[in-house]
C-alpha cells in the first residue's frame, strides 16, 4: 500500500508493461498510471554506463515524488522522455537538448504498447 506522506521511485517495469512504484526499499504497488508532487527526474550514472557497456537494460532511471490523487490546473506542461543511448537525462520530447530534473508535478500513464510522462510546472 503506497504512504502519501513518503517519497516514492517510479519507474517503467519492462517485464510487466507497467510502472513499479518503490518506497522503503520495497515494491508497493504496479500501475498504469501514477501522478506525483514535488518530482525528481534520476538517472543512475553507473546503470547508464552498465546499460551502453552491455547493450543490456537495467533499472536505473525514474521519478522521484510524493503520490496525489489530483494535479492542479497547469500553467505549463511537457512531455518527457529518456533514452539512454541517447541521453544522459530525461528531456523534453520538444527539445531533445533541454535536460530535466525538477518539477511540480508529473502524470505517469502506459498501456497498450505506450508509455508517457508529462512534467507540470505550476
Known amino acids: 500500500m503506497i504512504d502519501k506522506t513518503k517519497r516514492a521511485y517510479v519507474y517503467f517495469n519492462l517485464h510487466k508493461?507497467?510502472?513499479s512504484v518503490r518506497q522503503s526499499g520495497r515494491i508497493v504497488d504496479h500501475t498504469n498510471?501514477?501522478?506525483?508532487?514535488d518530482c525528481r527526474y534520476l538517472v543512475g550514472k553507473a546503470g547508464r554506463e552498465?546499460?551502453?557497456r552491455e547493450k543490456k537494460k537495467n533499472v536505473h532511471?525514474?521519478?522521484s515524488g510524493y503520490v496525489?490523487?489530483?494535479i492542479p490546473a497547469c500553467r505549463?506542461?511537457?512531455?518527457l522522455t529518456y533514452n539512454p543511448y541517447k541521453h544522459e537525462t530525461f528531456v523534453s520530447r520538444e527539445d531533445p537538448f533541454d535536460p530535466v530534473e525538477h518539477s511540480d508535478y508529473a502524470a505517469l500513464t502506459c498501456g497498450n504498447g505506450f508509455r508517457d510522462v508529462e512534467a507540470v510546472w505550476i
Do not use: H, P, Q, S
Request: net charge positive.
Open 68 to 70: 496525489v490523487d489530483l
Open 76 to 79: 505549463i506542461y511537457n512531455e
Open 61 to 63: 532511471a525514474g521519478i
Open 33 to 37: 498510471a501514477i501522478m506525483l508532487r
Open 50 to 52: 552498465r546499460v551502453l
Open 17 to 19: 508493461k507497467c510502472w
